[in-house]
């Protein structure tokens, strides 16, 4: 039992009873202090379980997200190595409409330029 703060007024009294009480207020604090300090690592317990489980839901969504993007990336790519490859063929099919188009380009963009 721990030391009391009563301990020295239950040395001055007489009366049995009133020791008694005394003596059980102080073991049930002591008791509620054990349940106290058992909920508290309970509940640490609980806290660390609960961070690993997030922690795991965030490295499998991070995993996910980097092959979502990596598949993203390769589906642009392929489609500007194909963008390319129809400009390129689309020029030597049709050069001097190529050469038109891109003078009427330049044209509008000066003409944009003056204003």
Same mark, same amino acid.
């Given at each position: ?15 049995? @009873?009133? @020791? ?17 300090? @058992? ?14 489980? &997030? ?12 092959? !979502? ?17 129809? &400009?390129?063929?689309?020029? !030597? ?14 044209? &509008?963009? @000066? ?5």
């Amino acid at each position: 039992m721990a030391s009391s703060l009563l301990h020295p007024l239950r040395s001055n009294r007489r009366n049995g @009873a009133l @020791a008694d009480i005394e003596s059980t207020v102080e073991d049930q604090i002591e008791t509620l202090r054990e349940e106290i300090a @058992a909920l508290t690592k309970l509940a640490g317990k609980q806290s660390r379980k609960q961070g690993d489980k &997030v922690r795991a839901q965030a490295l499998a969504g991070y995993d996910d997200l980097i092959a !979502r993007s990596e598949d993203f990336l390769t589906e642009l790519q392929n489609g500007y190595l194909r963008g390319t490859k129809e &400009v390129r063929n689309t020029v !030597r099919k049709h050069p001097m409409a190529t050469v038109g188009a891109a003078a009427a380009f330049g044209l &509008v963009l @000066a003409l944009l330029a003056r204003r």
